[in-house]
């Protein structure tokens, strides 16, 4: 049914951490490529990180490059961000997406099939 659920979210402060989990439901992503994405009130939807179909190959936002680490655990059908060093501006609500197609990692939302419901993430200064 729901295809992708994200989990992890909370209120951490400035410098922080926290690991947010999408866990596929109603079907398996194992070959698929997936991503994650952000979008703050009053702001555009914007690409955050992507990853490949064996996890080997990863693709980074500027603004998270260095502090935020995507993965995936394929027996588990789940796909991870870790997000260290949070800033303030990072507080948005996070989604995770699969892409079905092949190709490479894209930062264009148009390209992926499924989508979670999101996940709130709020930094605090």
């Known amino acids: 049914q729901v295809p992708l659920v994200e989990s992890g979210g909370g209120l951490v402060q400035a410098g922080g951490s926290l690991r947010l989990s999408c866990a596929a439901s109603?079907?398996?992503?194992?070959?698929?490529?997936m991503g994650w994405f952000r979008q703050a009130p009053g702001k555009e939807r914007e690409f955050v990180a992507a990853i490949g179909w064996s996890g080997g190959n990863t693709y980074y936002a500027d603004s998270v490059k260095g502090r935020f680490t995507i993965s995936r655990d394929n027996a588990k059908n789940t796909v991870y961000l870790q997000m260290n060093s949070l800033k303030p501006e990072d507080t948005a609500v996070y989604y995770c997406?699969?892409?079905?197609?092949?190709?490479?990692?894209?930062?264009?939302?148009?390209?992926?099939?499924?989508w979670g419901q999101g996940t709130q993430v709020t930094v605090s200064s």
């Open positions: 109603g079907r398996t992503f194992t070959s698929y490529a």
């Open positions: 997406a699969a892409r079905s197609n092949w190709g490479p990692l894209t930062r264009r939302m148009n390209e992926y099939d499924y």
